[in-house]
């Protein structure tokens, strides 16, 4: 069973800059991909992006794709999101999850969610 928490939200201002972590324990994280998801009030939780097993591979949704960037540190459990340019609409609670099928852009193929953590880009 893996345990998942992220760290690294807060208040930002547009324009800003935040680095989310997600820490994994217990099981072998390291050989699942990783997702990102966020979810904002109202709405329904939207893929961000996906970093393969060993790193090597990324994939970003079109809203963030050369704003934010995905990492992992194996050797430390912990894999990241690096958001740059924030932007009011990316205000959501930030969650990340462990994919259970191959490439899978749906929350529904995603498992061991974390609680979220919030982000909030001010105007």
């Known amino acids: 069973q893996v345990h998942l928490v992220e760290s690294g939200g807060g208040l930002v201002q547009a324009g800003g800059s935040l680095r989310l972590s997600c820490a994994a324990s217990?099981?072998?994280?390291?050989?699942?991909?990783m997702g990102w998801f966020r979810q904002a009030p109202g709405k329904e939780r939207e893929f961000v992006g996906r970093?393969?097993?060993?790193?090597?591979?990324?994939h970003y949704a079109d809203s963030v794709k050369g704003r934010f960037t995905i990492s992992r540190d194996n050797a430390k459990n912990t894999v990241y999101l690096q958001m740059n340019s924030l932007k009011p609409e990316d205000t959501a609670v930030y969650y990340c999850a462990a994919e259970l099928t191959f490439y899978s852009r749906s929350p529904t193929q995603y498992g061991y969610w974390g609680q979220g953590t919030q982000v909030t880009v001010s105007s």
């Open positions: 970093i393969s097993a060993s790193g090597g591979t990324t």
């Open positions: 217990g099981g072998t994280s390291s050989s699942y991909a």
